[in-house]
């Protein structure tokens, strides 16, 4: 009799360690998949929560089940205590219409109590909106040009003449910068850096001549003067480049992923922002070189090169290259391009973040013309009638679903 009862006793905390050991790993599923829905994961996080969903169709099935209830409908944040039983209670009510499989009730009390009531330790930025019905809002932010010697101007404030770098005149207009050289030249280059912030954009004629549009969250280092047998610049995020023909000189565009676009005189647009999966030079006129890992490929007009920066490989492709430097006229133009890359486009722009209620949202296509400047509920509204999808805009949270 003793030793059943030690047997029972054993099964019976094996039983409750093991059941301890799942409710640790839910709560940690939990928070990932919160940090999935809020937009804030780190690569470990992603890892983890990936292998997860490959243990089972059904972790799939709940993990979608999630997205569902918390994206699809439209909702005041943060929830209530009661709001979150009565949500969760609603969801076990369905999940049990449809399947009887065996997931315990506390897999849904873990993942439904952190969710919807306690993710405010993830910096759970959905539930941190304002969610009165206020106009979605342009960024606000203002040019900064970052001189040799460390000094930032900010160019909002300093029209007229900024400061005279060594043997060059800086002058300021209305969103735009110019550099005219003087008689002295300079035996040391010195480089200057314009940034330009969410929302905002600014033009900078260099010392050549060249005139260059750089988009919202981009900078250009470039030097004062050019010195030497080349001219060189680096850009981060998008420029659309004018420049000034010296055959004796090439110009050079340069990027953190190891793309360089050479050329002696052309227009043409490069967009190489660090948190995009590519970078493409679309050429509007004359010719250029662009050299990606040690090959080099020529482009013509209405061309565009697109390198992939996690497989190192290119693609060559005719387009219409105004449809790629429509952003310095002040309209965003798309010409059959994934609903995902948009949104990304529109985030640098507007005070906004973006959630989707499946993935497959995010390749859905749009072609159209938006005035930069419109109304952003305006802009929503030919996307969701172009592309057939659902956007419920709740603050500043953007959620995109299938119609």
Excluded at 11 to 22: G, I, L, N, T, Y
Excluded at 40 to 64: P, V, Y
Excluded at 143 to 158: F, H, M, P, W
Excluded at 194 to 217: H, S
Aim: charged share 30%.
């Amino acid at each position: 009799m003793y030793y059943m009862k030690k047997v029972e006793q054993d099964k019976a905390q094996k039983f409750e360690a093991s059941e301890q050991e799942a409710l640790f790993n839910t709560f940690k599923i939990s928070r990932r998949v919160a940090e999935d829905i809020a937009g804030c994961m780190d690569e470990t996080g992603r890892q983890e929560l990936e292998a997860w969903l490959q243990e089972s169709d059904e972790h799939k099935t709940i993990f979608q089940d999630i997205k569902d209830e918390l994206i699809t409908q439209p909702r005041t944040w943060p929830y209530s205590g009661e709001q979150v039983e009565c949500q969760l209670m609603m969801f076990h009510q369905r999940r049990a219409k449809v399947s009887r499989r065996s997931i315990s009730w506390w897999r849904y009390v873990a993942v439904f109590i952190l969710l919807l009531g306690i993710a405010g330790g993830i910096h759970w930025r959905v539930a941190k909106q304002d969610v009165m019905n206020t106009p979605i809002q342009m960024a606000q932010g203002y040019a900064v040009l970052v001189l040799s010697n460390g000094e930032k101007v900010t160019l909002q404030d300093s029209l007229g003449s900024v400061s005279e770098e060594p043997s060059v005149d800086i002058q300021v207009s209305d969103q735009m910068i110019s550099y005219k050289n003087e008689r002295e030249r300079v035996r040391e280059q010195t480089y200057n850096r314009l940034v330009v912030p969410r929302g905002g954009e600014f033009k900078v004629e260099l010392a050549d001549g060249t005139r260059v549009w750089l988009n919202a969250q981009s900078e250009l280092r470039y030097p004062v003067q050019f010195i030497g047998n080349q001219r060189v610049v680096y850009l981060k995020g998008e420029g659309y480049f004018e420049v000034t023909s010296n055959e004796e000189k090439p110009f050079i565009v340069r990027t953190l992923s190891d793309v360089e676009v050479k050329v002696l005189g052309t227009r043409f647009n490069v967009s190489a922002y660090e948190d995009d999966a590519d970078v493409t030079t679309t050429l509007a006129e004359g010719s250029v070189e662009v050299t990606v890992g040690g090959e080099s490929i020529r482009i013509v007009p209405n061309e565009q090169l697109v390198f992939d920066k996690k497989r190192h490989t290119s693609l060559l492709r005719e387009v219409n290259a105004s449809v790629y430097s429509a952003w310095k006229d002040g309209n965003f133009c798309f010409e059959n391009q994934r609903l995902e890359q948009i949104m990304e486009q529109l985030k640098r722009w507007y005070e906004i973040e973006v959630f989707y209620a499946r993935e497959e949202v995010k390749n859905c296509r749009f072609t159209g013309d938006l005035k930069k400047y419109d109304n952003f509920e305006k802009i929503v509204k030919m996307i969701e009638e172009v592309a057939g999808v659902k956007i419920n805009i709740n603050g500043n949270s953007i959620v995109i679903g299938a119609k």
